[in-house]
Every structure is written in C-alpha cells, then in structure tokens.
C-alpha cells in the first residue's frame, strides 16, 4: 500500500476555502484516491474517490495532477462543522483493507 | 436503513478480564471489518469477514485475539486476558456484496475499550 504524507494540522476561518494537500510518490498504476472524514468519537465517514483530473461532489473536489503523486482535497466554505480529521487513502480499486495515517486535523475557527 | 451498530460504546476491563465487542453491519452489508485506533493515531486494519469465513485476519494479534462472524448474529470482536496496551478505539466497518471499485466502508461510531 502507498505510503501517504499529509500536513498534521491546519487552521481556517469560517466561510474560507480549504485545500488539504496529500503526497502519495509511490502510488500504483491501479491505485485510487480516497478521502476520509472522521469527526471526534464517530468512525471515519467516506468523502470522495478518484483516479485523475478532478472530481467533485456534493461536498468535496478532489485535484489529482497528471503524475499522480499527490492529490489536493478542497473544502468550499467550510464551516464550524467541518472540523474534524481528514484521512488522504491510497489503495486499489475495491481494496478492503484500508490503511489511515494519522491525517489532517482541521480546525475551522469562527 | 440504520447505519452500522456498534455495542458497547464504552467499556471498561480489568488486566486479565475478556472483552467482547459487536457489531452489526448495515442491512444487505455481507463484509465486516474491524479497525483499532490508539490515541492521536489512525485506524490500523485488523481482520476481514464475510459470513462464516475469515477472509483475512492479518492485522490481527495471533494471541489473545479472535473475531467471527456468524450466520445468525453480529459480528464479535473477542479479547482474552485483556492487558493495558489494548486500550484503545475499536471500529467495525461494512460493506455490500462485490464491493466495487470505491473504497468505500461504512463505519460504526465506535467501541471504546478502557483497561485498567
């Protein structure tokens, strides 16, 4: 499995954007992008998947460059809710043994 | 659809004590998994279940650890003689059958396991 390195922590105010970037330099060909959100005391809630260029849903965009080495997860206006431990996963199609890192603890200030 | 119950939520052992934790998986969910979490870390996978089979159990201590999931029932994830460094957050996850290609599971909130 690809090992991932993410920042530890990260500060924003209410209403900005937030870009929580994720380096994956040995990702395989068959590997995808997976964003995981876990807030204190609750288990890890699926945020969005990729493989390339970019994907957006309800919630989320992710940004994954060409050479795939690292992927940028966007937040559009968070809000005090959004605070919580973002997890940056590489691993393949359908894996199920997921592996976290210790993630990103965002902290969205009002 | 109720998401994946987890039960107890908290529970508090002595050294030498069982521990025994379930997990019910989302309704038409056929895999389980369960994770451990320690402290400021994140989830280490320990083993993967389908009904009646193991499918695979390597992040799981071959000691003191066992997990099955039956035919009828929920999911346990099983402690003998439970020792201070098992303290720890204890996560079941599930998914529906084929899985896909999104690497997605549903996790339960939780069992908190606190040895003293």
């Known amino acids: 499995l690809a090992k991932t390195t993410q920042p530890i922590s990260m500060d924003s105010y209410e209403g900005q954007e937030v870009n929580i970037t994720c380096s994956h330099n040995?990702?395989?060909?068959?590997?995808?992008i997976t964003w995981y959100q876990q807030f204190p005391s609750q288990g890890p809630r699926f945020i969005i998947q990729?493989?390339?260029t970019k994907v957006t849903n309800e919630v989320a965009s992710l940004f994954i460059p060409a050479d795939r080495k690292s992927s940028t997860l966007s937040l559009p206006r968070v809000s005090l809710s959004d605070t919580a431990v973002y997890y940056c996963?590489?691993?393949?199609?359908?894996?199920?043994?997921?592996?976290f890192g210790k993630g990103t603890k965002l902290s969205v200030i009002p | 659809n109720a998401g994946v119950m987890q039960n107890p939520r908290h529970l508090v052992r002595r050294r030498g004590q069982e521990a025994r934790l379930r997990c019910s998986p989302m309704?038409?969910?056929?895999?389980v998994y369960w994770y451990r979490q320690l402290p400021e870390e994140g989830l280490k996978f320990m083993v993967y279940?389908?009904?009646?089979?193991?499918?695979?159990e390597s992040g799981m201590p071959k000691e003191r650890f066992s997990a099955e999931f039956p035919k009828e029932g929920p999911s346990i994830l099983r402690i003998q003689q439970v020792v201070r460094g098992d303290s720890a957050a204890y996560f079941c996850?599930?998914?529906?059958?084929?899985?896909?290609?999104?690497?997605?599971?549903?996790f339960g909130p939780g069992t908190r396991l606190t040895v003293l």
């Open positions: 996850a599930s998914s529906p059958p084929g899985r896909g290609t999104q690497n997605e599971q549903f």
């Open positions: 040995n990702i395989a060909t068959n590997d995808y």
């Open positions: 990729g493989y390339k």
């Open positions: 996963l590489v691993a393949g199609a359908g894996s199920y043994q997921l592996t």
């Open positions: 309704k038409g969910h056929s895999h």
């Open positions: 279940l389908q009904k009646e089979n193991i499918i695979d």
